[in-house]
């Protein structure tokens, strides 16, 4: 079992940064690669970036590349969303997920934290 808590989300306006943090614990070990997700006021989840613990490679959506970092510190089995040049559509909870493996789900999942930007 993992448990992830994410924190750092508020309200900003636009064009200003925050830094999401996703603390895991519990059978951290076994993590093969976690991920942050958002969920805009009636529209689908998206995946906004993911890390490999092994190797910190990356992927990260189209509408986030290079405004948004993803990165990881081990030691503290923590991954971070660092969002500069925030925008309204931005605007959505954010979600930390993991998974044990390529091949299976996002078996765990945080809380959310909320990210409101104004224009």
């Known amino acids: 079992q993992v448990e992830l808590v994410e924190s750092g989300g508020g309200s900003v306006q636009a064009g200003a940064s925050l830094r999401l943090s996703c603390a895991a614990s519990?059978?951290?070990?076994?993590?093969?690669?976690t991920a942050w997700f958002r969920r805009a006021p009636g529209k689908e989840r998206e995946q906004v970036a993911q890390i490999t613990w092994s190797d910190s490679s990356t992927y990260y959506a189209n509408f986030v590349k290079g405004r948004f970092t993803i990165s990881r510190d081990n030691a503290k089995n923590t991954v971070f969303l660092q969002m500069n040049g925030l925008k309204p559509e931005d605007t959505a909870v954010y979600y930390c997920a993991a998974r044990l493996s390529p091949t299976t789900g996002w078996t765990y999942w945080g809380q959310g934290t909320q990210v409101a930007v104004s224009s």
């Open positions: 519990g059978r951290t070990a076994r993590m093969y690669d």
